[in-house]
Structures are given as C-alpha cells and as structure tokens.
C-alpha cells in the first residue's frame, strides 16, 4: 500500500508562494502506472483538483487556479511538490496529496493526511 | 469541464436503512466513476472505482452502478461508521472533478 505524507508550512502571507512536499514513503514516483496529484479543500468546502506531474515530468492543472500552480517531481527524493503563487485568503485550505493509480477505473486510491495551509498576514 | 452534480447534499437516516445516493455527470463519461467516503478530519478513502468495483476491504453493503451520464451509490444496512460525507469523482476528461458531497447524518 502506497504511504504519502505532506510537509511544509502550515503559514502563508497573501502575495507570497505556497509551497508543499508530499514525500512517497511506501511506493515509488517513477512507477508508470502512477500519477502523482494535489487537491485540496477549502475549510467546510468540497475537493479540488489541483494537477498531476507523471515521473517524466509531464503535468496537468486545473484551469481554476489559473495558472499559478506548479507541480514538479524529484525522482532521487521519491517526492513531488507543489507551488502556488501570489495565494490569498481563498487559498486556505487542507492540500492533499494523492497517487492517481491510471488503471481500470482510474481511482485516488492513496492519500496524505492532509496538511491546512491558512493565507493570513 | 465535466460538472458533477450530487444528490441529495444531504441526508438524514437510521441504522440499518437503505441509503442512495446519485451523481449526475454533464457529459458522457462512460464508467470513469469513483466514489469517496470522507470522514471529519480524515482524507478521502476510495469506496468504488469503474462506477461498479468495490475496492479491496470495503464492505458489501457498499455498491455502485450507472455508466454514461447517471450513476449511483447505495449503502445497504447502514451502520454507524457509514455516516460521513460522500463524495463522487470523475477520471474521465482534465480537469478532474468532484461532486458536491453528501452528508449522510444520523436520524
């Protein structure tokens, strides 16, 4: 069973760039059958989809956060990250990360505990 | 983006009830469905995937069906540890998307 955990600040400044690590404890990034995603929840709110990075390198976001997130993968870490930039209060949120296993019916079958980031000054 | 409309938000029911619970997608989507249960505090937990395959160590009385446009998820006998929030997802088109949720309460 995949394990994933997310780390970082749990504190961001509106205007500055959110930036998560989701470490890939049990498992590993460079699995071809695996996408690696972020998604996120709004405190009492439904999920969002944030993006994926593929351990190519290749990624999809949603256009919702126009253009200001970023998903990367560091294979030798056997990790991936997220950034968002220029955030503000709309931004808060618990940020998941999760394994989008691409076979059969395509599910998030792994996730992270969650991490809560608040945008306040 | 495909829109994923859930129904009811919410609910209230007792142990042992039948519960339904439907997901309406605005496109075709095939059976690129899955269902989420998400408890208080906890991340989501896959229930189902393909519109219809329960996952490993979800209990039977968990079931899903519908392909195309209309599923639905049905939780028969309902025990305590079944209320939650629900929620639907689907992998067919970028951007991925979610449904609403459904809460499903105690009576």
């Known amino acids: 069973q995949v394990q994933l955990q997310e780390s970082g600040p749990g504190l961001v400044k509106p205007s500055e760039t959110l930036s998560l690590t989701c470490t890939v404890a049990?498992?590993?990034?460079?699995?071809?059958?695996?996408?690696w995603c972020w998604v996120r929840q709004p405190p009492g709110k439904g999920l969002e989809w944030i993006g994926y990075v593929y351990h190519s390198g290749k990624t999809n976001y949603n256009p919702s956060l126009q253009s200001r997130a970023t998903i990367s993968a560091d294979t030798s870490r056997n990790q991936f990250s997220l950034k968002v930039t220029s955030v503000t209060a709309a931004d808060t949120a618990v940020y998941y990360c999760?394994?989008?296993?691409?076979?059969?019916?395509?599910?998030?079958?792994?996730w992270g505990q969650g991490m809560l980031v608040t945008v306040s000054s | 983006d495909i829109q994923l409309t859930q129904s009811p938000s919410s609910l209230s029911a007792s142990v042992g009830d039948r519960v339904t619970i439907t997901c309406r997608a605005s496109q075709n989507i095939i059976t690129y469905l899955n269902w989420y249960q998400q408890k208080p505090g906890k991340a989501p937990k896959v229930l189902m995937s393909a519109a219809s395959s329960l996952q490993g160590g979800v209990p039977s009385r968990f079931s899903g069906s519908g392909s195309g446009t209309d599923f639905s998820l049905i939780i028969s006998n309902l025990q305590p540890e079944d209320f939650a929030t629900y929620y639907c997802?689907?992998?067919?088109?970028?951007?991925?998307?979610f449904g609403g949720g459904t809460k499903v309460e105690i009576k």
């Open positions: 997802q689907q992998t067919y088109s970028i951007p991925l998307t």
């Open positions: 999760a394994r989008w296993y691409y076979v059969s019916g395509r599910p998030f079958d792994s």
């Open positions: 049990v498992g590993s990034v460079t699995n071809p059958t695996d996408y």
